[in-house]
């Protein structure tokens, strides 16, 4: 693991506390899950999708944290596990139950919290070569065959089977992306970092469409304090890269694009600031990139939120 992060929010300190809190809390629902009976069955599907998001999150903030691209896919068959799981305890408690639903959570690509969540895991499979087997228990997870133009042809660039839809279910962001990937190879570039720029800022939603990641980190509706940020991270760029070989080299400065996930050591690091007496290092969120690229002007805007890019 590297001493610095990858991040440009967040000190190592603050990294590699919530990193440990999110491995711990994977490790101990996982072993809730396996061995002991649940004193609300009922809740017991969202617990398990619960735990899934949280593996997701572990790797998210491990990279973040600066460790190794090749340490982070070990924590992938967890993540399925545990999304298996709850659908089949769904299914289970509906029935038993009388239930529509007994999850939090809106499984349908048409839904913007459920298509960003597959888009990102399709992503992270694609960036980190994940086997096989797991590969195809993704594609059962997400299903959807058919019904989003661009996460299906992203998917069929390892699937080549796949159904391809007619129809881009969200429009904002994901219209920069798909005019990226069927832009003349000599344009791809300069769309890609068009889709990166706004990707953040256009996926704002109101209401139960607002993205559940959206305002971590945010220094008003959730501040770093609160320990919930793992990074915003556009994955679903890097899945564009590494399905249609776009070039990216324009991308590898800005905050939101991991970069190493295609090949590790090609983004920036940011060490923690020089504090000056007196300083509560606690509360240093921005760093300086290092390896020689600059930041621009992205990283001091990074949290400010939507409203205030316009």
């Given at each position: 693991m590297s001493n610095l992060p990858r991040a440009g929010v967040g000190n190592i300190c603050y990294w590699d506390r919530w990193t440990k809190f999110s491995m711990e809390a994977v490790s101990e629902n996982m072993r809730i899950m396996d061995d002991e009976a649940s004193k609300n069955p009922i809740y017991e599907p969202q617990f398990a999708f619960?735990?899934?998001?949280?593996?997701?999150?572990?790797?998210?903030?491990?990279?973040s944290r600066g460790d190794a691209v090749g340490e982070l896919a070990k924590h992938f068959p967890k993540l399925l596990s545990s999304w298996e799981y709850s659908d089949r305890l769904a299914a289970e408690v509906c029935r038993k139950h009388g239930l529509k639903t007994c999850r939090d959570w809106a499984f349908s690509l048409r839904d913007m919290n459920h298509y960003n969540w597959c888009f990102c895991l399709v992503g992270l499979a694609l960036a980190l070569d994940?086997?096989?087997?797991?590969?195809?228990?993704?594609?059962?997870?997400?299903?959807?065959?058919?019904?989003?133009?661009?996460?299906?042809?992203?998917?069929?660039?390892?699937?080549?089977?796949?159904?391809?839809?007619?129809e881009l279910l969200h429009i904002r962001p994901y219209a920069r992306l798909l005019k990226a990937v069927d832009a003349p190879s000599e344009q791809q570039a300069s769309q890609l970092l068009d889709f990166v720029d706004h990707w953040?800022?256009?996926?704002?939603?109101?209401?139960?469409?607002?993205?559940?990641?959206?305002?971590?980190?945010?220094?008003?509706?959730?501040?770093?304090?609160?320990?919930?940020?793992?990074?915003?991270?556009?994955?679903?760029?890097?899945?564009?890269?590494?399905?249609f070989g776009i070039d990216d080299t324009g991308c590898l400065d800005h905050p939101h694009y991991p970069g190493d996930l295609i090949q590790d050591g090609r983004?920036?690091?940011?060490?923690?600031?020089?504090?000056?007496?007196g300083t509560d290092m606690s509360q240093i969120e921005f760093g300086s990139a290092t390896h020689g690229r600059p930041a621009r002007n992205?990283?001091?805007?990074?949290?400010?939120?939507?409203?205030?890019?316009?």
């Open positions: 619960n735990t899934s998001i949280e593996c997701r999150r572990l790797i998210l903030s491990r990279y994940i086997p096989e087997d797991q590969w195809l228990r993704l594609l059962t997870l997400i299903g959807g065959e058919g019904a989003d133009e661009l996460l299906d042809r992203v998917i069929a660039s390892r699937h080549p089977s796949r159904q391809i839809g007619t953040y800022v256009e996926l704002e939603r109101k209401g139960n469409q607002r993205l559940w990641w959206y305002d971590y980190g945010d220094p008003i509706k959730n501040p770093l304090e609160m320990g919930s940020y793992f990074g915003r991270w556009c994955i679903e760029a890097v899945a564009a890269v590494k399905a983004s920036p690091r940011y060490p923690d600031p020089v504090p000056t007496t992205w990283l001091s805007r990074l949290l400010l939120g939507p409203d205030r890019h316009r």
